[in-house]
């Protein structure tokens, strides 16, 4: 891996709740910029109202995005998710999201609430931030 995730003591545990304190990068690494990905299939059409289902199909095309450069979910850095009207249940879903893909070493990652995103179906998204070893 090209980078290092670090909780350092002093601060709460972030692990629980799906991110991470800090991320190093070493210099030379290429960065892999993933811009905003919601819960569609392949149409662009988002497949389902359920948040939890947009949440768990929007990692799923991280997953594709980051392979396509010969990458997984190890190397990502950083995430910056949106939420619509983000609430406490919410966090939940993403949380356990999170931790499936990247269990005690979440990337490092900001959660933002948000009145809407790009169209009303969209509930969720998320951009990514992976470093190329």
């Known amino acids: 891996m090209a980078h290092d995730i670090v909780n350092p003591d002093g601060l709460h545990d972030p692990v629980p709740f799906g991110y991470s304190h800090t991320a190093t990068v070493p ?12 819960g569609s299939g392949p149409d ?3 497949v389902s109202a359920d948040f939890g289902e ?6 799923r095309n991280i997953g594709t995005a980051l392979a396509a450069h010969g990458l997984d979910d190890r190397h990502v850095v950083q995430l910056r998710t949106y939420v619509v009207n983000h609430d406490m249940g919410k966090l939940g879903s993403i949380a356990g999201a999170v931790q499936e893909r990247w269990g005690t070493k979440p990337p490092a990652q900001t959660l933002i609430g948000v009145a809407s995103l790009a169209t009303p179906d969209v509930l969720f998204e998320v951009e990514a931030l992976a470093a190329r070893p």
């Open 27 to 38: 210099a030379g690494t290429e960065l892999v910029v993933i811009a905003g990905q919601y």
């Open 54 to 59: 947009q949440v768990k199909q929007t990692f």
């Open 44 to 46: 662009g059409a988002v």
